[in-house]
Protein backbone atom coordinates (compact mmCIF):
# COMPACT_ATOMS: atom_id res chain seq x y z
CA UNK A 1 0.00 0.00 0.00
CA UNK A 2 1.40 3.68 -1.00
CA UNK A 3 2.40 5.41 2.30
CA UNK A 4 3.45 9.07 2.29
CA UNK A 5 5.60 10.14 5.34
CA UNK A 6 6.14 13.83 5.80
CA UNK A 7 9.24 15.25 7.98
CA UNK A 8 10.78 18.36 8.32
CA UNK A 9 7.99 20.61 10.47
CA UNK A 10 8.87 22.86 13.67
CA UNK A 11 9.39 26.54 15.07
CA UNK A 12 10.65 29.04 13.14
CA UNK A 13 10.67 32.64 13.29
CA UNK A 14 8.89 35.07 11.18
CA UNK A 15 11.24 35.51 7.85
CA UNK A 16 12.48 32.12 8.60
CA UNK A 17 12.71 29.31 6.44
CA UNK A 18 11.55 25.34 6.74
CA UNK A 19 12.03 22.48 4.17
CA UNK A 20 9.27 19.50 4.32
CA UNK A 21 10.11 16.77 2.87
CA UNK A 22 7.67 13.66 2.21
CA UNK A 23 9.01 9.91 1.63
CA UNK A 24 6.76 8.15 -1.21
CA UNK A 25 6.59 4.67 -0.99
CA UNK A 26 5.23 1.89 -2.89
CA UNK A 27 4.50 4.42 -5.83
CA UNK A 28 3.23 2.80 -8.91
CA UNK A 29 1.70 5.16 -11.19
CA UNK A 30 4.17 6.96 -13.92
CA UNK A 31 1.50 9.66 -14.59
CA UNK A 32 0.73 11.18 -11.41
CA UNK A 33 -0.17 14.55 -8.94
CA UNK A 34 1.58 15.14 -5.42
CA UNK A 35 0.92 18.12 -3.54
CA UNK A 36 1.32 20.34 -0.59
CA UNK A 37 -1.72 21.27 1.82
CA UNK A 38 -2.28 22.74 4.93
CA UNK A 39 -4.98 23.05 7.75
CA UNK A 40 -4.73 25.89 10.62
CA UNK A 41 -7.05 25.54 13.43
CA UNK A 42 -10.66 26.61 12.71
CA UNK A 43 -9.77 27.01 8.79
CA UNK A 44 -10.69 24.73 5.78
CA UNK A 45 -7.49 22.31 4.49
CA UNK A 46 -6.36 24.50 1.13
CA UNK A 47 -3.81 23.83 -1.70
CA UNK A 48 -0.47 25.21 -0.81
CA UNK A 49 1.45 23.65 -4.26
CA UNK A 50 1.30 20.63 -6.67
CA UNK A 51 3.91 19.36 -8.96
CA UNK A 52 2.96 17.02 -11.94
CA UNK A 53 5.01 13.86 -12.85
CA UNK A 54 6.02 16.40 -16.10
CA UNK A 55 7.29 18.75 -13.28
CA UNK A 56 4.56 21.34 -14.09
CA UNK A 57 3.90 23.03 -10.84
CA UNK A 58 1.35 25.33 -9.33
CA UNK A 59 1.50 27.26 -6.46
CA UNK A 60 -1.19 29.44 -4.22
CA UNK A 61 -0.95 33.54 -4.25
CA UNK A 62 -0.26 33.43 -0.81
CA UNK A 63 2.73 31.43 -1.02
CA UNK A 64 4.13 32.34 -4.63
CA UNK A 65 7.54 33.44 -4.83
CA UNK A 66 8.13 32.53 -1.53
CA UNK A 67 7.68 28.47 -1.58
CA UNK A 68 8.80 26.38 -4.15
CA UNK A 69 7.74 22.51 -4.68
CA UNK A 70 10.20 19.98 -5.76
CA UNK A 71 10.44 16.04 -6.26
CA UNK A 72 13.77 14.06 -6.42
CA UNK A 73 12.10 11.00 -8.56
CA UNK A 74 15.60 8.62 -7.30
CA UNK A 75 14.55 9.41 -3.54
CA UNK A 76 10.59 8.71 -4.49
CA UNK A 77 10.70 12.41 -2.35
CA UNK A 78 8.66 15.26 -2.70
CA UNK A 79 9.95 18.34 -1.46
CA UNK A 80 8.50 21.98 -0.25
CA UNK A 81 11.11 24.64 0.55
CA UNK A 82 9.80 27.36 2.51
CA UNK A 83 11.48 30.71 2.68
CA UNK A 84 10.56 34.03 4.16
CA UNK A 85 7.98 32.66 6.44
CA UNK A 86 4.97 34.65 7.87
CA UNK A 87 3.18 33.64 10.91
CA UNK A 88 -0.47 33.37 9.09
CA UNK A 89 1.75 30.23 7.40
CA UNK A 90 1.29 28.44 10.68
CA UNK A 91 -0.73 25.37 9.95
CA UNK A 92 -0.65 21.40 10.15
CA UNK A 93 1.05 21.00 6.45
CA UNK A 94 0.18 17.77 4.87
CA UNK A 95 1.51 15.89 1.40
CA UNK A 96 -0.79 14.16 -0.88
CA UNK A 97 -0.38 11.80 -4.01
CA UNK A 98 -2.78 10.99 -6.67
CA UNK A 99 -2.37 8.90 -9.77
CA UNK A 100 -3.65 8.70 -13.41
CA UNK A 101 -3.44 12.58 -14.33
CA UNK A 102 -2.06 12.97 -18.11
CA UNK A 103 -0.56 16.94 -18.62
CA UNK A 104 -1.33 18.42 -15.47
CA UNK A 105 -2.16 18.73 -12.01
CA UNK A 106 -5.98 19.85 -11.64
CA UNK A 107 -7.09 22.96 -10.37
CA UNK A 108 -5.27 23.80 -7.06
CA UNK A 109 -8.85 23.84 -4.88
CA UNK A 110 -9.23 19.92 -5.73
CA UNK A 111 -8.52 18.02 -2.75
CA UNK A 112 -9.78 14.85 -3.54
CA UNK A 113 -6.27 12.91 -3.26
CA UNK A 114 -6.12 9.47 -2.87
CA UNK A 115 -3.41 8.96 -0.55
CA UNK A 116 -2.24 11.40 2.46
CA UNK A 117 0.25 11.74 5.08
CA UNK A 118 -0.01 11.96 8.28
CA UNK A 119 1.00 15.75 8.83
CA UNK A 120 4.24 17.80 9.89
CA UNK A 121 3.22 20.81 12.23
CA UNK A 122 4.79 24.43 11.17
CA UNK A 123 4.74 27.01 13.72
CA UNK A 124 5.78 30.99 12.23
CA UNK A 125 6.31 33.21 15.43
CA UNK A 126 6.92 36.80 15.69
Known amino acids: QVQLVESGGGSVQAGGSLRLSCAVSRWTYSNYCMGWFRQAPGKNREAVAT???????KYADSVKGRFTISQDNAKNTLYLQMNSLKTEDTAMYYC????????????????????WGQGTQVTVSE
Open 51 to 57: IHSIGST
Open 96 to 115: AADGGWVGGCPVLGWLSFGY
